[in-house]
C-alpha cells in the first residue's frame, strides 16, 4: 500500500481521520483568520495556515495510531485492562505528538516557504505546546538562577 493511502487511513480521534480533522480545524481557523486585522498579511497567514495543517501531524505516527487503536478496542470491550495497561506502558510517551508536529511545521515555514526564524519558532511553539501547559515567554528565556 503507497505511504500516501496509509496517511489517510490514520486517525486523529477514535471515530475521526486525521485528514478530516486537520482540514476541519484549518477551514475554521482560517474564517476566524480572515476576519483578523492580520488577513492581508502573507507571512501570518502562512504561518497560520501551517500551524493549522500540521499540528496534529505527528497523530500519523505507528505509535499513536497503535495506541489509538487499543483504545478503542479497550472501550469496546474487545481488550481486556491489563492488556491495554501493557500496551499503554510499552508505547509510553512515543505516542505524543506535539513535538514531531512542531518539528515539522517549523521545518516546512523555515526551510521551504522561507519565513524567518522568529515566525518559523513561534509556530513551533504554538504547536508544542497547543495542548496547554504555555509558559509566559519573559519567564521562558530568563536563565538567571
Known amino acids: ?9 490514520c486517525k486523529s480521534h477514535p471515530k475521526k481521520l486525521l485528514k478530516d480533522h486537520l482540514f476541519g ?16 498579511d502573507d507571512i501570518i497567514k502562512k504561518c497560520v495556515s501551517l500551524v493549522l495543517l500540521t499540528h496534529d501531524f505527528g497523530k500519523s ?15 469496546k470491550g474487545e481488550l481486556d485492562k491489563d492488556d491495554f495497561a501493557n500496551i ?24 521551504k516557504l522561507n519565513v524567518s526564524e522568529k515566525f518559523s519558532f ?5 504547536i508544542k505546546r497547543h495542548h ?14
Do not use: R
Open 61 to 75: 505516527t505507528s505509535y499513536f495510531q497503535n495506541f489509538l487503536e487499543s483504545a478503542i478496542l479497550y472501550e
Open 1 to 9: 500500500m503507497k505511504k500516501e493511502k496509509i496517511l489517510f487511513k
Open 25 to 40: 480545524v484549518y477551514k475554521i481557523g482560517m474564517n476566524t483568520f480572515n476576519s483578523s486585522l492580520y488577513k492581508d
Open 122 to 126: 513561534l509556530a513551533f511553539y504554538a
Open 132 to 145: 496547554g501547559h504555555m509558559q509566559n515567554f519573559s519567564n521562558m528565556f530568563d536563565f538567571n538562577p
Open 88 to 111: 499503554k506502558y510499552e508505547i509510553g510517551e512515543k505516542k505524543y505528538h506535539s513535538q514531531i508536529s512542531a518539528f515539522v511545521c517549523y521545518f516546512l515555514l523555515n526551510k
